[in-house]
């Protein structure tokens, strides 16, 4: 019996690209026999006519399935929702721009097969992107790595392959505010790397916003890290030695050298300056992690369906 491999393909606004992807997919399993595959686009509230294209391949092809969200929920949840809803022998996700190569996919089987239960990509080069969006991409990279138990490479990609019993594990995660790419990097495995070069977009505009972007990273890094919470106090300490001997400096040169030099009002100034910036920082990095305990305690769906086509046929 051959082997079954699911693709998840979050979707928002990529109505030209979903049949050209499908139609890459298609001929690239056509030359893998001994495989066979589902097509898992999840649509993530797109305003176009994005599931509308999902659900005429759908009836032309039962490969073809269709996830379409009631509301934009982001792409980390639409790429949970497609591993959920995956009945194959392994995941591969990807985007639905056409930037991560189809053809990479045997590369991916091939190491799947000699062992590898996660086969993660790292992009050399993104072309089409801004200077902006590559350097900032890079201390994203730079930070996390420093700060978080999970240390993943610069580079580093959704696009990748899962073995079924990684995406066994991955379906019972409970958190709301999560980072795929992490989540899987955390849980270990026999990995293996492949690098690649993003194509340039066919169709469309990049619609991950740099709002959305730093949304990510803040969530990535209280989401591996506990370093925010520490850097408060380390802070509180550095700030508390440096006010302590400030204070004392300005109290001995008023006392002993010259008593004009600091008024009262300027020794309290720099007191309270240096207190208020101590509970500030600290109360802003407590806040992070209280909301994400909020996210959790609510215990909201991660997504809501409205409407599918051949999931769980």
Request: proline share 3%; charged share 25%.
């Given at each position: 019996?051959?082997?079954?491999?699911?693709?998840?393909?979050?979707?928002?606004?990529?109505?030209?690209?979903?049949?050209?992807?499908?139609?890459?997919?298609?001929?690239?399993?056509?030359?893998?026999?001994?495989?066979?595959?589902?097509?898992?686009?999840?649509?993530?509230?797109?305003?176009?006519?994005?599931?509308?294209?999902?659900?005429?391949?759908?009836?032309?092809?039962?490969r073809v399935r269709g996830i379409d969200f009631s509301r934009n929920f982001g792409k980390e949840?639409?790429?949970?929702?497609?591993?959920?809803?995956?009945?194959?022998?392994?995941?591969?996700?990807?985007?639905?721009?056409?930037?991560?190569p189809p053809e990479l996919i045997p590369k991916f089987l091939e190491l799947w097969e000699n062992g590898a239960?996660?086969?993660?990509?790292?992009?050399?080069?993104?072309?089409?992107?801004?200077?902006?969006?590559k350097l900032s991409s890079k201390i994203f990279y730079w930070l996390f790595n420093r700060v978080s138990e999970v240390k993943t490479e610069s580079g580093t990609t959704d696009f990748r392959l899962m073995d079924k019993k990684v995406i066994d594990i991955f379906r019972k995660f409970?958190?709301?505010?999560?980072?795929?790419?992490?989540?899987?990097?955390?849980?270990?495995?026999?990995?293996?790397?492949?690098?690649?070069?993003?194509?340039?977009?066919?169709?469309?505009?990049?619609t991950y916003s740099y709002r959305k972007l730093f949304g990510l990273a803040l969530n990535s890094l209280t989401s591996f890290s506990l370093l925010p919470l520490r850097m408060a106090g380390y802070l509180g300490i550095i700030i508390t030695l440096i006010s302590g001997l400030l204070l004392a400096a300005m109290l001995v040169t008023r006392w002993f050298i010259d008593p004009s030099m600091f008024t009262p009002i300027a020794i309290l100034?720099?007191?309270?300056?240096?207190?208020?910036?101590?509970?500030?920082?600290?109360?802003?990095?407590?806040?992070?992690?209280?909301?994400?305990?909020?996210?959790?305690?609510?215990?909201?769906?991660?997504?809501?369906?409205?409407?599918?086509?051949?999931?769980?046929?």
């Open positions: 019996m051959s082997k079954k491999i699911s693709i998840v393909a979050p979707v928002y606004n990529e109505e030209k690209n979903i049949p050209l992807l499908a139609k890459e997919i298609e001929g690239v399993f056509s030359a893998l026999p001994q495989y066979g595959y589902e097509l898992i686009f999840v649509n993530d509230g797109s305003t176009d006519n994005s599931f509308l294209e999902i659900y005429n391949l759908s009836q032309r092809d039962s949840p639409a790429t949970s929702a497609g591993c959920h809803h995956a009945q194959g022998d392994a995941v591969v996700t990807m985007d639905a721009d056409l930037q991560h239960e996660v086969v993660y990509t790292v992009r050399k080069e993104n072309k089409g992107a801004g200077w902006f969006k409970p958190e709301r505010e999560r980072m795929f790419r992490g989540m899987i990097d955390w849980m270990g495995y026999r990995r293996a790397k492949v690098e690649f070069v993003a194509r340039e977009r066919v169709n469309g505009i990049a100034g720099v007191s309270n300056m240096f207190l208020i910036g101590i509970v500030l920082i600290s109360l802003g990095f407590i806040a992070l992690y209280i909301a994400r305990i909020h996210g959790e305690v609510i215990n909201r769906p991660l997504y809501i369906i409205r409407e599918s086509v051949n999931i769980g046929e």
